[in-house]
């Protein structure tokens, strides 16, 4: 069976710190993969998705950048974090067009 | 862009009905459901793909007026477990983005 997996599940980090935050899924090839990020009380935003390896399209400039190293890895990332990086992060991915999307269990990240 | 949601919060008693509407100002391809509780990840809870079609899930259905690009979810007979945030994602042309609405509160009390 597809299963995702994302950790860590809370993470508190100062101010400047560096970021990096991994979600894989099992089960499955070609994913298409996103990261999305949740701040207290509102909807998702939508940061980066990926269709194939090393294909990454952004929809927030700012300081987070993505990766996808491996077919089923994608990997979130920022030098420097701010505190307005605070906030619940979900990874998704679908098989293909037309499916559902499968969220992991999230991030919650508190920059301090 | 990102899909418009209303209500924002609706209150409901157990075994109320409610509408909530989702629209974009974008051709659509799909649209997706979800429920998240305070501090979870969203559960899916249906995918409506271009066509125009209706679907169910026990008492919440909805549906997907493609030329219009606006979707409905209806819960009906509502329950306590019905509680939560939705949230409307909605899949452009090629259904590689997906965008999320701000989202409808749901509160249903005994």
């Known amino acids: 069976s597809q299963t995702i997996h994302q950790w860590p599940a809370t993470l508190v980090q100062p101010v400047g710190s560096p970021l990096s935050l991994e979600c894989t899924v099992e089960?499955?090839?070609?994913?298409?993969l996103y990261w999305y990020r949740q701040a207290a009380g509102r909807g998702l935003q939508l940061l980066f998705y990926s269709v194939g390896i090393g294909q990454i399209s952004s929809e927030v400039p700012q300081n987070l950048s993505a990766s996808r190293p491996q077919d089923r890895q994608f990997i979130l990332s920022s030098k420097k974090l701010l505190l307005s990086d605070s906030g619940f992060y979900l990874c998704?991915?679908?098989?293909?067009?037309?499916?559902?999307?499968?969220f992991g269990s999230g991030t919650q990240l508190s920059v301090l | 862009q990102q899909p418009v949601q209303s209500p924002q919060a609706v209150i409901l008693r157990e075994g109320e009905d409610a509408v909530i509407n989702c629209s974009s100002s974008k051709a659509l391809y799909s649209v997706h459901w979800y429920r998240q509780k305070h501090g979870e990840a969203p559960v899916f809870l249906m995918i409506?793909?271009?066509?125009?079609e209706q679907k169910g899930h026990e008492k919440i259905s909805a549906s997907f007026n493609e030329k219009k690009q606006q979707s409905s979810l209806y819960l009906t007979a509502s329950q306590l477990s019905y509680s939560g945030t939705y949230f409307c994602g909605t899949g452009d042309s090629n259904d590689y983005k997906l965008s999320f609405g701000a989202g409808t509160t749901v509160t249903v009390r005994a």
């Open positions: 998704a991915w679908k098989r293909f067009r037309g499916e559902k999307l499968l």
């Open positions: 089960g499955t090839s070609n994913p298409n």
């Open positions: 409506l793909l271009k066509g125009g």
